[in-house]
């Protein structure tokens, strides 16, 4: 069988925010007798509340060695460096810290510490340096243009091999310059090669190279 619970909803135990009175009846029995069992504690201090919520009373807000104000700067590199080996183990840590509770620590780093880390570019639960986010519309812009001119250079590879093609062939032909002008006009390769100005072919060749 299980544990029973601590609270009884049958027992009209009194819940919310305790009163200054019911602090006092705390602390004067826990001083004259020491806290002992906290499931009996209640009934023997004569308190209409449950052993958890006096064990949390007193643990975070009524023991007299808490220490109070804001955590110092040694508290808050403690409280990263205990983080980053133990965790979510707030008990841990408080033990690490005099004064200070588990829930105030817990507090204090989902408020303040976690998003500092956070804004500084460091991973809270690791501690090491977040890896860098890529902007999708920009990869897809570097991708596009990166296409655009892979193509032009294959059009252009294309062009110049379908031009050296007809270099080529030109003296293989049964045909004499003077009857194929005569026939069709000056061939393309006479016509490109008497251009002023034009590249060679072996100079296209070296500049995609």
């Known amino acids: 069988m299980g544990r029973t619970p601590c609270c009884d909803k049958q027992l009209g135990l009194k819940r919310g925010p ?3 009175e019911e602090d006092k009846v705390l602390v004067d029995y826990i001083q004259a007798n020491g806290h002992g ?4 504690l209640p009934k023997l201090a004569g308190l209409q509340r449950c052993g958890k919520s006096c064990r949390l009373r007193w643990a975070n807000y009524l023991r007299p060695d808490i220490k109070r104000g804001p955590f110092t700067e040694d508290e808050q590199k403690s409280i990263i460096q205990l ?3 133990v ?7 408080a033990a690490q810290l005099p004064g200070r509770t588990d829930n105030e620590i817990k507090n204090f780093w989902n408020t303040h510490l976690k998003k500092r880390l956070q804004r500084m570019g460091i991973n809270p639960d690791t501690c090491s340096p977040s890896p860098p986010t890529t902007n ?3 990869s897809a812009s570097t991708t596009t243009s990166s296409t655009w001119r ?3 250079a294959l059009a252009l590879k294309l062009r110049l091999a379908s031009t050296s093609a007809l270099v080529t062939l030109a003296p293989t032909m049964n045909v004499s310059m003077s009857t194929y002008s005569s026939e069709y ?3 393309p390769w006479a016509k490109r090669s008497a251009e002023p100005g034009r590249p060679t072919m072996k100079r296209r060749r070296r500049a995609l190279q």
């Open 18 to 20: 305790w009163t200054p």
């Open 37 to 40: 069992s906290w499931r009996s």
């Open 83 to 85: 983080h980053g080996i």
């Open 87 to 93: 965790g979510n183990k707030w008990s841990a840590i």
């Open 136 to 138: 999708s519309s920009t």
């Open 150 to 152: 892979n193509g032009r």
């Open 185 to 187: 006009g000056t061939p």
